[in-house]
């Protein structure tokens, strides 16, 4: 397999450098992510790391009574699965397809046969790996302390940015379930966000119009520098740099 453009949509993939490319490349299998799609269920054995270039993963956390909260959402910037290679292969919770898109997903065994040989992906892995944790817990600050229309603020931003779209095949019952939350209070925040022209809500799907406008209308948590894929790419970006310096310094 020849790298793509779309191979290198996803931000962990694309901040590889070309002799790791190499290897993961001809174990990477396509993987349309479609709507609604279960990727894995609670007590699932997590088989195979999906790697996605657009659309959104959602990992949901499901209570004894059917509902259910959002702890997880991960787009272009990284990976799902990854706990398989650091811990327990069940699914703790279910994982389903917000958004469709584009991605690829390797078999666990396969991909921690080449970790050895790959120190930027085992760096980068392991970092989104903690930074995986972070998120959980200023998501769960957020949910206890924030109100219904700064979290959903969050949400649509959240979404856009992961999966490098304006436009969100998303509804209220979507939001609703995904931050636990009665769908009357998503329909008051929606109406005060099209009030200010900062979206557009058509049927099945959101445009976001003004994204500055939006930020606004979200809390902090939405600025933390822990729930943003630039970070990722950042982060990404400098392990590789540092990787490469390394290497050149050994030839020295």
């Not at 397809?97 to 930027?120: D, F, H, T, Y």
């Not at 005060?192 to 606004?216: H, P, T, Y």
């Not at 979200?218 to 729930?227: A, D, L, Q, T, V």
Request: with cysteine; hydrophobic share 35%; net charge positive.
């Amino acid at each position: 397999m020849k790298i793509s453009e779309n191979t290198l949509a996803n931000h962990l993939l694309a901040s590889l450098p070309p002799q790791e490319l190499s290897k993961i490349i001809p174990i990477l299998k396509p993987c349309p992510l479609t709507r609604k799609t279960t990727v894995y269920g609670i007590g699932d054995t997590i088989n195979a790391i999906y790697f996605p270039c657009g659309g959104l993963i959602s990992e949901m956390a499901i209570l004894a009574d059917g509902g259910g909260l959002e702890i997880m959402s991960i787009g272009r910037e990284g990976a799902f699965g990854i706990t398989a290679l650091f811990g327990p292969a069940t699914s703790a919770h279910e994982v389903t397809v917000q958004m469709s898109g584009a991605g690829w997903c390797v078999p666990v065994n396969a991909l921690k046969r080449i970790l050895e040989e790959c120190p930027v992906l085992t760096d980068s892995l392991s970092h989104y790996f903690n930074s995986w944790f972070l998120q959980v817990a200023q998501i769960a600050a957020c949910t206890g302390r924030h109100t219904v229309p700064q979290r959903c603020a969050n949400k649509l931003l959240s979404a856009s940015e992961r999966s490098g779209s304006t436009h969100l095949p998303l509804t209220h019952e979507n939001l609703a379930n995904a931050l636990g939350v009665r769908r009357a209070g998503i329909t008051n925040a929606m109406s005060a966000f099209e009030r200010d022209r900062s979206i557009q809500c058509m049927r099945g799907s959101i445009e976001i119009l003004n994204i500055v406008q939006l930020r606004s209308a979200s809390c902090e948590c939405s600025k933390c520098e822990n729930r943003s894929p630039r970070r990722y790419t950042v982060l990404n970006g400098d392990l590789r740099r540092r990787h490469e310096n390394n290497v050149s310094l050994s030839k020295h």
